[in-house]
């Protein structure tokens, strides 16, 4: 059972190694309570980094080890509160490291609306995405809870708003760290002598295929609205260095089952 809620997942991901070893203390450092705010945002975006190295990594090994790394899939349950929030952060992490996600609900009568979010990806991919939502997860639940929520503000709505402008950041730190990793790695390639851009462009077929064959009429979640004032102070949180910019950019929207 994990911090967020439950899960289901078929096939098997390596949680071991030294890299995810180091990744994992870079993390627990930013979680760290007595970490200041640009501390925290220091050792998230050195594991950041190291998380997109590992994914070429993994890629690479992985297409010169035929089913060594192969799609699944995993389904994630959020709980309460602001669980459609908690779930639209999982959907966009997912997106930031080639993972894709459909946002699920079910609504009954007299019962709060159940979010879950399916991922597909390849089981390193699914890897990263999990040690990092659920460490952004922490430190977004700890940010938010000591940022004053203005009194003549709704506090829901400016809490969701602040984590709006959390996603915001996250999704931009995560696109600028996985170009740096592929330009970097630019001129690698297999043993078999393909490159990463053709090794990842393969991967993203392969999983987009896994998507459409559970979901073949999945639609792209139309965005929210949402009232709250909160999104500049969620921005900043997600990022410390980002303090004073004014154009926010987004990741891709997730699909929704319908």
Do not use: N
């Amino acid at each position: 059972m994990s911090q967020y809620g439950s899960m289901s997942q078929s096939g098997s991901m390596s949680q071991s190694g030294p890299m995810l070893a180091k990744i994992r203390k870079l993390l627990a450092k930013a979680e760290d309570a007595a970490s200041s705010p640009q501390e925290a945002e220091t050792y998230t975006a050195k594991a950041a980094q190291l998380i997109a190295d590992y994914g070429i990594d993994a890629a690479l090994l992985a297409a010169d080890a035929p089913g060594s790394d192969r799609v699944a899939d995993r389904v994630v349950k959020l709980d309460a509160p602001y669980a459609r929030d908690k779930a639209q952060l999982l959907c966009d992490i997912a997106l930031g490291l080639r993972c894709r996600a459909v946002l699920r609900r079910r609504s009954a009568p007299d019962t709060p609306t159940e979010f879950s979010v399916h991922l597909f990806g390849h089981e390193s991919d699914l890897a990263r995405t999990d040690l990092l939502f659920t460490s952004l997860l922490m430190q977004s639940t700890q940010r938010l809870a000591t940022t004053p929520v203005p009194a003549w503000e709704h506090k829901a709505a400016f809490r969701r708003s602040w984590q709006a402008g959390f996603r915001m950041s996250i999704s931009r730190r995560l696109a600028e760290a996985e170009a740096r990793a592929q330009e970097t790695a630019a001129d690698r390639t297999t043993q078999g002598g393909r490159a990463t851009g053709l090794v990842l462009a393969d991967r993203s077929v392969e999983v987009e295929a896994s998507l459409r064959g559970a979901y073949p009429l999945a639609q792209q979640a139309r965005p929210r609205t949402l009232s709250g004032s909160g999104i500049r102070d969620g921005y900043l949180a997600g990022v410390q260095a980002d303090i004073g910019e004014t154009r926010l950019r987004g990741a891709r929207a997730a699909l929704h089952s319908g």
